[in-house]
Every structure is written in structure tokens, then in C-alpha cells.
């Protein structure tokens, strides 16, 4: 296991009020990826039934056997010493209340660092299996998933998106062009995150997500599939799709076909969590709680969880970089194969564009990180967490930074947020 070097941290003076709720503006003009500002306070949605589904034979006869979910053996993470302090330095600086870093080198993960309480009130200091919500980190994730569900045939990425959730779906400005899954991870599809969709679940209306579509402000003007503009109700649309074609939540989805087979514990929702104990408190304006975080819920109909997606994967930086780690190494970790090469090379392709960066699914392809090198990275906010990933698929390297109560300015050239961006050059940097 690995030892927390950070014994000199000093908690934040005052715990800011957990209930605030957080306004966002989706994409706009910021990088920095603030995810859906769904309320913690307003009441879960239904409860996922605890009785068995009956059996999709149609879609199941075509899906494959899921994998063995038994964990991996890999090596033990370690830490250099002087990047500890360095790391400590920087998390002081910036005001984090708690903090994880995971390192990648040679396809692997190598490092893991932590720093600060998990909660403060109750004295528990961040560990390396500390589960944090990772905000719009969640989207690479989804897109994992879904790039899964090609494999078995029973999804595409340039199918009708409509098709997949049993309605017709369409821009009321382009009403001829189909909108299509490759659009919703690209950010391309015109559809937007509305004041309609950020509101559905403020006010707790639960709006089915067939009459979100049906509204002319879920959608941008432009033609779908031909410009960029960063949306997290796309994403939640994508997942609701797979939903409706497995007959399953996203949740269960995810464990199938990725969490279960990397052998990690981390989940759409925290009351999903194996050790839920590990669970982090999330500071800062809009904090979150850990009963909060509990007492969310998929919805229990398929095709109807439109809020969780985009933003809601709990996991610790070290399980996240295991993650990162499979995109390294041919969709596989160790010998075993997780994804496909073909799936892999799909998420990575430099698919679109916005201002200085490429757009893949889940991904943005930058050259500000490090000079002259590409980079993939993104970054996640909201209810009180900056975090961000980057990663080199040349170089087989990579770091993962979750925080939680820190300072969430952010870097003019790279779009990401001063505490990640200063973590990730300390362990990465020559």
C-alpha cells in the first residue's frame, strides 16, 4: 500500500456549506469541464429495483460473455520522496482540503501520492483508495463503455441515436440529419445543455427524457455534426441509449464491460461502491457530501438516467489511471484484453476540432502541456472538485489528479485547472 508522505497538511480554514447549488454554463468559453449541476440535495430518483430484469433475448443473444471480473496482480505503486514534497507544496498552495495523484509510466501505474483529509470533520485522511467523484473525468469512461457495446454488435457509432432509444430524435432546425453516437462523444450533435435539461433535476421534475429531446432549446442551431460546443446532456443522451438497448442501467453496464473486468471498485454512484467508507467528502462552493453522494440513484426505467454520465463516476485517481492505462496498452491490462485495438484507436482519433485542440470520444488532443508534444487530456469540476488527466500514448505515460476544496483557477494555454495542471508537470516533467 502505499504511505501518505503528506503529513504537514493543514486542513482549510472554515467547511463551506455542502447544500450550495452551482450554476454552470456547460462548455461556453471555458475548457475547464464543469459537469451537470444537478442539486445533491433535491431527492434521488427512483430507486434501482433490487428484483431481477426479465431476459432481453434479443439484444443478449448478441452480446458477448462479460469478462471475468476477478482482480488483476500488477506491481505495488510507490513514491518518489522529493516529488512528495513537491506535491505537497503545490496542494498547500492552491488550498486543497484533499488530493490524490496517480502516475503512469511504461503503461502502468507507478506512483501514487496523497495528500489531505478525505474528511475533515472526522479526521480521515486521503488514502491511495480514497473514492472521489471525478466530475466530467466521467465521460472518457462512458465512451469506454459504449465503444464496448460496438464490439458486441449491437451498437454503431454513426447509427441513428434515435433507433437505439425508440423515438425519433432530431434538431428542429436540421430535421433530415440523424444524430448520431460518434456527434454525442465528439460534442458535435447540436444537442446543448439547456437550462431545460440543467433544471430538470432542480426542480425535481424527473422530466422523461423523450420531452427534454422534444424541446427547440436542447438544441444549437448549427447542423449536426459540423461544429463543436461541449455538451454534458450529449454524453447523458449516449448513456441512456446503451440503457435502452442492453435493458440495463448505465451503472451495471459500466461494471460489466470495464470496472468489473480491471477488477476495481468504482461506480456511477456512490452507494454502488464495494467500500463505500472510502468515499470522499467533496469542498468548496457547492460542496458535497458523503451522504449526499449515498443517497443518489440511477433511475429504475432503462433509457431514463439522464444525470449520472457525464459527471458522476466515483473512483480513486489510482483506479482512474488504470483506466487511462488500458488506452495504453492495446485495450488490455496485463494479458487480458478489455477493450479492442479497433475501439481504442477510435477513441483516440483526432475526430474533430475546437480552437487549438483536437476532439476525440472522451478526449482532447493538446500540444501546450509539454512543448511540441501532443497530449491527451481533459479536465472535470463541480461541487467543489478540479480535477484532470493527461496522458502520451507515444511515451506510455501519463498522470491522474483529483482534488478536492482547492483553488480553481486555470491556465490560459493548456485550459487546465493551476492545481492539476502544476501536479501533473511535478511528476511528468523532465
Same mark, same amino acid.
Given at each position: 500500500?502505499?504511505?501518505?508522505?503528506?503529513?504537514?497538511?493543514?486542513?482549510?480554514?472554515?467547511? *463551506?456549506?455542502?447544500?450550495?447549488?452551482? +450554476?454552470?454554463?456547460?462548455?461556453?468559453?471555458?475548457?475547464?469541464?464543469?459537469?451537470?449541476?444537478?442539486?445533491?440535495?433535491?431527492?434521488?430518483?427512483?430507486?434501482?429495483?433490487?428484483?431481477?430484469?426479465? /431476459?432481453?433475448?434479443?439484444?443478449?443473444?448478441? /452480446?458477448?460473455?462479460?469478462?471475468?471480473?476477478?482482480? *488483476?496482480?500488477?506491481? /505495488?505503486?510507490?513514491? @518518489?520522496?522529493?516529488?512528495?514534497?513537491?506535491?505537497?507544496?503545490?496542494?498547500?498552495?492552491?488550498?486543497?482540503?484533499?488530493?490524490?495523484?496517480?502516475?503512469?509510466? @511504461?503503461?502502468?501505474?507507478?506512483?501514487?501520492?496523497?495528500?489531505?483529509?478525505?474528511?475533515?470533520?472526522?479526521?480521515?485522511?486521503?488514502? #491511495?483508495?480514497?473514492?472521489?467523484? +471525478?466530475?466530467?473525468?466521467?465521460?472518457?469512461?462512458?465512451?469506454?463503455?459504449?465503444?464496448? *457495446?460496438?464490439?458486441?454488435?449491437?451498437?454503431?457509432?454513426?447509427? @441513428?441515436?434515435?433507433?437505439?432509444?425508440?423515438?425519433?430524435?432530431?434538431?428542429?432546425?436540421?430535421?433530415?440529419?440523424?444524430?448520431?453516437?460518434?456527434?454525442?462523444?465528439?460534442? /458535435?450533435?447540436?444537442?446543448?445543455?439547456?437550462?431545460?435539461?440543467?433544471?430538470?433535476?432542480?426542480?425535481?421534475?424527473?422530466?422523461?427524457?423523450?420531452?427534454?429531446?422534444?424541446?427547440?432549446?436542447?438544441?444549437?442551431?448549427?447542423?449536426?455534426?459540423?461544429?463543436?460546443?461541449?455538451?454534458?446532456?450529449?454524453?447523458?443522451?449516449?448513456?441512456?441509449?446503451? #440503457?435502452?438497448?442492453?435493458?440495463?442501467?448505465? &451503472?451495471?453496464?459500466?461494471?460489466?464491460?470495464?470496472? &468489473?473486468?480491471?477488477?476495481?471498485?468504482?461506480?456511477?454512484?456512490?452507494?454502488?461502491?464495494?467500500?463505500?467508507?472510502?468515499?470522499?467528502?467533496?469542498?468548496?462552493?457547492?460542496?458535497?457530501?458523503?451522504?449526499?453522494?449515498?443517497?443518489?440513484?440511477?433511475?429504475?426505467?432503462?433509457?431514463?438516467?439522464?444525470?449520472?454520465?457525464?459527471?458522476?463516476?466515483?473512483?480513486?485517481?489510482?483506479?482512474?489511471?488504470?483506466?487511462?492505462?488500458?488506452?495504453?496498452?492495446?485495450?488490455?491490462?496485463?494479458?487480458?484484453?478489455?477493450?479492442?485495438?479497433?475501439?481504442?484507436?477510435?477513441? *483516440?482519433?483526432?475526430?474533430?476540432?475546437?480552437?487549438?485542440?483536437?476532439?476525440?470520444?472522451?478526449?482532447?488532443?493538446?500540444?501546450?502541456?509539454?512543448?511540441?508534444?501532443?497530449?491527451?487530456?481533459?479536465?472535470?469540476?463541480?461541487?467543489?472538485?478540479?480535477?484532470?488527466?493527461?496522458?502520451?500514448? #507515444?511515451?506510455? +505515460?501519463?498522470?491522474?489528479?483529483?482534488?478536492?476544496?482547492?483553488?480553481?483557477?486555470?491556465?490560459?494555454?493548456?485550459?487546465?485547472?493551476?492545481?492539476?495542471?502544476?501536479?501533473?508537470?511535478?511528476?511528468?516533467?523532465?
Amino acid at each position: 500500500m502505499c504511505i501518505n508522505l503528506f503529513k504537514r497538511a493543514r486542513p482549510a480554514a472554515a467547511i *463551506l456549506c455542502a447544500a450550495m447549488l452551482i +450554476c454552470i454554463t456547460g462548455c461556453g468559453g471555458t475548457r475547464n469541464h464543469t459537469d451537470d449541476r444537478s442539486d445533491p440535495a433535491a431527492p434521488a430518483a427512483t430507486a434501482r429495483s433490487e428484483a431481477p430484469r426479465e /431476459t432481453q433475448s434479443a439484444v443478449e443473444s448478441q /452480446t458477448a460473455e462479460p469478462q471475468s471480473t476477478e482482480a *488483476l496482480t500488477e506491481p /505495488t505503486p510507490t513514491q @518518489d520522496p522529493a516529488a512528495a514534497v513537491t506535491l505537497d507544496g503545490i496542494f498547500k498552495r492552491y488550498g486543497a482540503v484533499g488530493a490524490q495523484v496517480a502516475v503512469i509510466r @511504461d503503461g502502468r501505474v507507478s506512483e501514487v501520492y496523497s495528500y489531505g483529509y478525505a474528511n475533515r470533520n472526522e479526521g480521515m485522511r486521503v488514502t #491511495e483508495d480514497t473514492k472521489y467523484r +471525478c466530475a466530467s473525468l466521467s465521460k472518457l469512461v462512458a465512451d469506454m463503455v459504449f465503444m464496448r *457495446l460496438t464490439e458486441t454488435g449491437v451498437m454503431e457509432e454513426t447509427g @441513428d441515436i434515435g433507433d437505439y432509444l425508440g423515438y425519433r430524435v432530431r434538431s428542429p432546425y436540421h430535421p433530415d440529419t440523424p444524430i448520431t453516437p460518434r456527434m454525442l462523444m465528439t460534442h /458535435t450533435s447540436s444537442v446543448i445543455d439547456s437550462e431545460t435539461f440543467l433544471d430538470s433535476r432542480l426542480n425535481g421534475s424527473y422530466k422523461p427524457l423523450k420531452t427534454l429531446l422534444s424541446y427547440e432549446s436542447s438544441y444549437a442551431h448549427a447542423t449536426p455534426g459540423s461544429s463543436y460546443r461541449y455538451s454534458n446532456f450529449g454524453v447523458a443522451v449516449l448513456a441512456a441509449a446503451c #440503457e435502452k438497448v442492453m435493458n440495463a442501467d448505465f &451503472g451495471t453496464l459500466t461494471k460489466q464491460y470495464l470496472t &468489473g473486468p480491471l477488477g476495481i471498485d468504482a461506480a456511477y454512484t456512490a452507494s454502488a461502491l464495494e467500500d463505500s467508507s472510502l468515499l470522499g467528502t467533496l469542498y468548496g462552493s457547492g460542496g458535497y457530501s458523503v451522504s449526499q453522494q449515498m443517497a443518489l440513484s440511477f433511475c429504475d426505467e432503462p433509457g431514463q438516467t439522464h444525470h449520472l454520465a457525464q459527471g458522476n463516476f466515483t473512483v480513486s485517481a489510482k483506479d482512474y489511471a488504470k483506466i487511462i492505462c488500458v488506452l495504453l496498452c492495446g485495450g488490455k491490462s496485463g494479458e487480458k484484453q478489455i477493450i479492442s485495438q479497433k475501439s481504442v484507436d477510435a477513441i *483516440l482519433e483526432n475526430r474533430a476540432r475546437d480552437r487549438d485542440r483536437g476532439i476525440g470520444y472522451g478526449v482532447e488532443i493538446i500540444d501546450t502541456l509539454f512543448a511540441g508534444e501532443n497530449w491527451y487530456v481533459h479536465t472535470g469540476s463541480n461541487f467543489g472538485m478540479y480535477s484532470a488527466y493527461a496522458f502520451s500514448p #507515444e511515451k506510455r +505515460c501519463g498522470a491522474v489528479v483529483l482534488t478536492s476544496g482547492a483553488d480553481g483557477s486555470s491556465d490560459y494555454k493548456t485550459e487546465i485547472y493551476n492545481v492539476c495542471l502544476d501536479a501533473i508537470r511535478a511528476v511528468l516533467g523532465e
